[in-house]
């Protein structure tokens, strides 16, 4: 082999080795990109599942309110003299659908993004926000006609045993979001932490302690400003 082919096979060896770095390079920057871009959808689907579950447990309270508030015969009367409107289904539904069709889009999302422990707590989510949905709209059943007629003139009103049902619904819809969290925490390399917790009020006898500890500190403060400097 002449020095010229000698030369010549060097610099398409070198050529070849720079275009194998460099395509490396891009091929690695590349994959880095799609991983955070993942990443960002994920978190973006995340906080939109807990955002709008939350959301649309405050709907369904609300509804269950106006359900008892809007009933019986003053609310008869007062849509027949045309003082109020009666309760559009279509405009209900559109009214819901702001944050349930984003919370089934969010659910989608996770869907093709988790793992199947994150699919099944997303499920659960979902799922348990649709009984506080049940629960906050239920209506009260009437045994005999008296009780229907009574429903009539006095309008919707929860039993005990209907209220300590909503209660649990919307216990197990927190801790639902909590178990939720705490996983997608954990799937975006975030620190696992108690999302419940909060700062504890003093009782009283604390009230008092800490009372007494801020004007000892505010007078030894002033004392302290207005002592001489030393020399």
Request: aromatic share 6%.
């Amino acid at each position: 082999m002449t020095d010229a082919q000698v030369a010549l096979t060097a610099a398409l060896g070198a050529s070849f080795l720079t275009a194998m770095g460099s395509w490396g390079v891009v091929w690695f920057q590349e994959r880095l990109r799609g991983k955070a871009s993942d990443r960002d959808a994920l978190h973006a689907a995340v906080l939109e599942l807990l955002t709008r579950s939350l959301a649309v447990a405050t709907r369904a309270q609300a509804m269950g309110e106006t359900m008892r508030l809007r009933s019986g015969l003053s609310e008869g009367l007062d849509v027949a003299v045309r003082l109020r409107k009666p309760v559009d289904p279509l405009e209900l539904h559109d009214w819901v659908a702001q944050d349930l069709q984003p919370l089934h889009a969010a659910l989608s999302q996770l869907w093709t993004r988790c793992d199947q422990e994150g699919v099944r707590l997303a499920n659960d989510v979902v799922g348990k926000c649709m009984d506080l949905v049940g629960t906050s709209t239920a209506s009260r059943p009437a045994r005999n006609g008296w009780q229907r007629v009574v429903a009539w003139a006095v309008g919707e009103r929860w039993t005990s045993e209907m209220r300590e049902e909503h209660q649990r619904a919307m216990e197990a819809l927190a801790l639902a979001r909590k178990r939720f969290t705490d996983y997608a925490r954990e799937a975006l390399g975030q620190a696992v932490v108690d999302v419940f917790a909060q700062v504890e009020r003093p009782d009283g006898d604390g009230r008092r302690a800490l009372s007494s500890q801020n004007s000892q500190g505010g007078r030894t403060g002033s004392r302290r400003d207005t002592a001489p400097p030393t020399t």
